[in-house]
């Protein structure tokens, strides 16, 4: 076979192989998705943060709060980018902004800097930033946040009541950081608010991760681990865990000694795979939720500067009976309608 008939056999393979792709990446200018820059026509799109769609948490749930969303006639068009480095975040957000997405969703606290650089670029789109507290105000940006204290407080209730030697423990990176501090002691505040009502004393421990090294902020499993097999020894038989890959590795050595834990900031069995089948519940940030209600107010033209949104846990453990799971959606429903106060400081005094 002569070196052109290779050649042309090879571009016909490839052609093949292409198509596909190509019609994909021209449908909006073959006018066979909705154009998002027609008035009538309302879009949102999902630029991660570099846990990708598939993080068993904030990005994942966001994600299937568009397609419901999608699904209810509340947009026309939703669409997803995955951020594989931090440095895709700015030109990830601008990709939608230029489209024309009438609103973008981005995800976690390291994304705050380049969403509120695009909110400024772009005044006619509105950024919803989840799990962003508001640092700054800016007309066309959302801030949604979900209470760390409720969810550590809820842990903690939990802890109590399934705790066999009466001690509990907990484990957060440094209490310098807000949310950190929140999920701690929210966690003793449950503690506290389950021996006032059953006249009980567990004893909660606390350990967060201060004077570690910053740049291992949020990835210190080591320390996370080590930190739990020294509640351990001190009898705790429950573990709470929260700060990144610093509290999967406390959930990961306590799951290895044989303690129950539960999880936040995702779903913790999923995330943590073979090794999770002990965790006994997840409470997290209903993002879902959140994000549908995010969209009805801004397709009303009503664009809040701040949003508080709801919790929620995945009970996982067969071992949770119907009672208790019909008890921590009680004390859920009554942290959320200020029935119980977790009392906690926004951050530490």
Partial sequence: MTEPDDFRRWLSKVGRLLTPCLAVFFLSSCGQSPDCYREEVFCAALATDTQGLNDFGVNQDAWAGLQQAKAEGVVRR?????????????KNIAYFADLGFDVIFTVG??????????????????????????????ANFVSVTFPEDQM?????????????TQVVCAVCET??????????????AGVDFFN?????????????????????????EAWGASAAASLIRRGADVLFAAGGATGQGALRAALEAGVKVIGTERDQRAALKDSGTGVVASILGDARFEVQQTLLLAAEGNIP????GPIRHIPLDRALSESLTLEMDSLLLKLWHGEVKTNVTLSKP
């Fill in 78 to 90: 939703v669409e997803y980018i995955e951020s594989v480095d931090a440095r895709d975040y700015g």
């Fill in 109 to 138: 606290a390291a994304m705050a800097d380049e969403t509120l650089r695009a909110a400024e670029l772009y005044p006619a789109s509105v950024f919803v930033g989840v799990n962003q507290p508001a640092r700054e105000s800016r």
């Fill in 152 to 164: 550590g407080f809820l842990a903690g209730a939990l802890a109590a009541r399934i705790s066999k």
């Fill in 175 to 188: 209490s310098g950081i807000a949310s950190q501090w929140r999920y701690c002691e929210g966690f003793r």
């Fill in 196 to 220: 006032a009502e059953k006249g009980a004393n567990v004893k909660p421990l606390i350990l967060y991760r201060e004077d570690g090294d910053r740049e291992k902020l949020f990835v210190d």
């Fill in 305 to 308: 500067q701040a949003r508080l």
